[in-house]
C-alpha cells in the first residue's frame, strides 16, 4: 500500500531544502522538527502554493496553475487532478485535524492525518492507514507551532518528533488562497462521503477552482476563498457505483439553504456562529460524474460567476 | 538521430518502478518481457494516460491535462505539443501495427514500430528509421499479451523479447479516453500524409481535445473517444511549405462524407463495416497553418459542440 | 540571496546536453563559450522556448503553453507566473542590454545582466546585484555570436569567456514568439518601474499572452509578438502598496496614445523610427492588482480580440 507521508516527505524535503526560490522559510526546532512557513513572515507565492497543496494530497494529487477568466475578470485557477480521491482528499488533504495546544490553533491536514487517525472515522469508511515513520502536517495558521506543537502532533502519530515536518501559512495568504482553491475535488469527496456515499468507488478526480485574491484578515479570506469553490469549482469524478443516481441532486453547493450570497455575509448573518451555517454548502459549483459500469454521464450544479466575483471583490 | 525507443524507454522504466502510484501494474513474464497494465485489470488514471500518451510519441511530445469546458459542460481537455511532428506522430504515435497473434488481439502504436516499420511506406516517407536494442510498444486491449505475444514483437523488431516493453489500456478507460485524445495533433498530420503532403516539413504541432467520458463497452468508446477530435479537436502546426495551401480545404474532419453524427451512428449505419466509413473522417475539427517561408495563417474547420456533447452523453 | 545565474545555468545545461530534444544546436567556441542556437540554423519549437524563457526570467518562473481561443482561431497561449517579480523581470528577463559588437546585433536578455548591471539604474531601484562566475545571456538575434562577442559579454560580466553561456532565437521563429509571449509579465512590472512605482513591493506575478503566429521577417515578427502582450496580455500582481491606486490609470496599453492598430502600422505611420513611438504602448491589455494590506482588488484594461487577429493575419 503507499504511504501518503513517504510521497509528501519527498515534496516537503525539495521544500526545505530550497525553500529561499519558494519564498518560503525553513525552521528546524531544537527537537529536531522542521518546518517551512510558506506565508506567517514570508509572502510565500505561486510555486509554494502549489507545493503545499501537493503535499495536502499526501504526493497522489497532481497540481497546476493556469490563467483563466471569469466573465471579463482574469484569475488564476488550481488545477487538481488525482488517481486516489479517496485517501488523497479524505486521507490526507481533508481539513480533519483541529490542531489546539495551548494558546497554538490551526485547522490541520495532510498525511500526518493518515498516521493519527484524525478523525477515526474516516480511515474506517475509506478502508486506509498509513504506517511510517516520518509525519507531514500542512497547517493553515497564522503563527507557527512551536516545540511543543509539534511534540504534541508527534505523539498523535507514534513519530519520533525530530521526523515531524509542517507546512504553514495563514488563509489569508496567497498559498493560503491556493491551498483552499485546492481543495476544489476534495470537496466533492468530502460531501458525497457526508451523504453517506462510499467513496471507495471514485477511481479518479478532476477539477479547477479560482484562486481567490488575499483579504485583509483571515475571517473574510476563510469566505473568499471558500466562496472559489462554492461558487466556481468545476469537478469530474470517474467512478464505479451505479447508485450514484441516488446522491446526484444533493452534490452540488446551489441545493444548499445558504446558497446565493458571498460566504462571508452568511457567516456574518448567523453572527459568525459557525454551528448555524448549513454544512451542504461546502460542495463545488458544479459536477460531472462519469460511471463506468453503465457508461454513463451526469452534469448536476453550475458556475455563479456573479457571486464569485462579488466575494473576489470586483463586483 | 534521436531515437524514440530509447527516450520512451525512460518513461516506462519510471511507470513500470512507481507503477502503484499510477494506479497500474508491472508484469515480468517468465521470457523477460515487461508489460504495465493501465487498464486491464486495473482503474489506471489521469497520470497514467498521460505517460501513456508520452510513450506513444517515442518521448517527442508534451502532454498535459486541464480541465476546460464545452458549452456548460465542464470537460478535461488534454494539451499535446510536438517538436518533431513526423516522427513522434507517423513514426510513432500511429497505431499502424495491428498486433494479431493466434486469439489475442490489439491495435499497437508507439515507437517499436520504428524498428519493425510497421507500415513500412511510413518510414520511407518521413525517412526515420529507428536502431535501439529495446522495443516500447503501446496497445489498445482488453487484454494482457502473453509471453508469446510478446516473443512475436520482439522477433518483428529484432530485439531481445527480455527487452520488449509494453504498456496496455482498453478502449473504455480512461487510459483510452486520455490516449486517444492525446492523437489529436497525429490525426492532422496523418490526415496531411494521407493527402499526399510532405509531412517531413511540419515543424512543430500543438493542440487539445476534450478527454471522451469512458463508455461501457469498447465499440461505443472507439466512436466517443474518436470524436473527441473529430468534432472538438483545436490543433496549431508550423511548417515551410507554402504548397499547404492545396491541402488547406481537405485537412478538417467537416469535409468527409459522414461528417455530423457521432462516429458510433455512423459505424452502426455502416453495419459496423470499418471499410465502409470514409476515412477523411479522422481528421481534428479545426486546424491552423502558420506557414513560415511566406509568414502566412490559416484556420479551416471549425470545433461542433453539438456533436460532442451528444456523443459523450450529455445531450 | 538567489543567484540568477546560477539557476539559469541548470537550465541552460540540460538544454546544451539534450539539444536534439529541443531541436536546438550547441556550439562550444574556441574559447569555451557555449552556445545554444534555437531559431537561427535550425527550427528550434516549444519546449526550446520554454527552457528560452526560463532561462531570461533567471529560472525564478513557472513557464507552461497550452491552448487557448481569440475568439473562434485557437492559438496557443503562454503561462507565466514568479514569486519573485522585480529580480525575475527587471533583473533578468526585461531586454536591458544592446549587444552590438563590431557587426553583431542582439537584444540581450537574461541573468547575465545581473552581473553587467545593463542598465546600472535598474539594479539600484530593484536593490539586487548578482555573483556568480557563470554568466547566462539570452540573445534575440538572427544571428550567433562568435568568439569576440562572448569575450566582450565575459569582459562585461567579470567572468571568464568559458564560463558564459548564450541562447539565440530571431525575433521571427518560434523560440521567438514564446519568449517575447513570455515577457507579458515582465511588461506589467516594466510599465510600472517606467511610472516611478517601487517593483519591489510586488510579491507575485502571474499572466497569460497569446504566441504570435511566425512572421516572414523580423520587423514584421517584431510587430506581432508585441502585439500578443498590447492586445492581448492578461496579468495579475499581487503588492503591498495601497499608492497602488495612484498608478491604475496608467498601466494597460489602451491609455496609450498610439492603442488601436497593430504595432507594425504604427511603427510604420513614424516611418520605422523607434524614437517617434509612445513608449507607454508597451504594457500588456488588462492588469488586475491584489493590494494586500487593504485587501483590496482592481481590474484595469481589457484584451482587444480584433487587433490581436488582425496582428496575427487572421482577419
Not at 42 to 57: D, S, V
Not at 248 to 277: C, H, M, V
Request: with cysteine; charged share 20%; proline share 5%.
Amino acid at each position: 500500500m503507499l504511504s501518503v507521508n513517504e510521497l509528501a516527505l519527498d515534496i516537503f524535503e525539495e521544500l526545505f531544502e530550497y525553500a529561499e526560490e519558494f519564498n518560503a522559510v525553513p525552521h528546524e526546532l531544537d527537537n529536531g522538527a522542521r518546518i517551512v512557513d510558506c506565508g506567517v513572515s514570508t509572502t510565500g507565492g505561486y510555486r509554494a502554493g502549489r507545493q503545499f497543496t501537493e503535499i495536502c494530497m499526501g504526493g497522489l494529487g497532481e497540481v497546476d496553475i493556469t490563467m483563466g477568466r471569469i466573465k471579463d475578470v482574469p484569475i488564476p485557477f488550481i488545477e487538481v487532478s488525482t488517481d486516489f480521491p479517496a485517501i488523497a482528499c479524505l486521507g490526507a488533504q481533508k481539513a480533519g485535524w483541529t490542531v489546539n495546544v495551548n494558546k497554538y490553533f490551526a485547522m490541520g491536514s495532510g498525511p500526518a492525518r493518515a498516521l493519527s487517525l484524525k478523525p477515526k472515522h474516516t480511515y474506517e469508511v475509506i478502508e486506509y492507514e498509513d504506517e511510517f515513520d516520518y509525519a507531514v502536517i500542512a497547517l493553515e495558521s497564522d503563527h507557527l507551532p512551536n516545540a511543543g506543537v509539534m511534540e504534541k502532533i508527534a505523539d498523535a502519530c507514534n513519530v519520533d518528533v525530530a521526523n515531524t515536518c509542517a507546512v504553514v501559512a495563514p488563509t489569508a495568504s496567497i498559498v493560503g488562497s491556493v491551498q483552499v482553491a485546492g481543495r476544489c475535488v476534495e470537496t466533492a469527496v468530502y460531501k458525497l462521503n457526508e451523504l453517506g456515499f462510499d467513496t471507495k468507488k471514485i477511481t479518479a478526480g478532476i477539477g479547477h477552482a479560482p484562486i481567490a485574491p488575499v483579504k485583509k484578515d483571515g475571517t473574510k479570506a476563510m469566505g473568499s476563498t471558500n466562496d472559489a469553490t462554492i461558487y466556481h469549482g468545476s469537478i469530474m469524478l470517474t467512478m464505479n457505483a451505479p447508485e450514484i443516481k441516488d446522491y446526484l441532486d444533493r452534490i452540488p453547493s446551489n441545493t444548499s439553504r445558504g446558497y446565493g450570497k458571498p460566504f462571508y455575509d452568511i457567516f456574518k448573518e448567523a453572527n459568525f456562529d459557525f454551528y448555524q451555517i448549513d454544512t451542504s454548502l461546502f460542495s463545488p459549483a458544479e459536477v460531472v460524474i462519469n460511471e463506468l459500469s453503465e457508461g454513463a454521464v451526469y452534469h448536476v450544479g453550475a458556475v455563479n460567476p456573479e457571486v464569485t466575483l462579488k466575494s473576489f471583490g470586483f463586483i
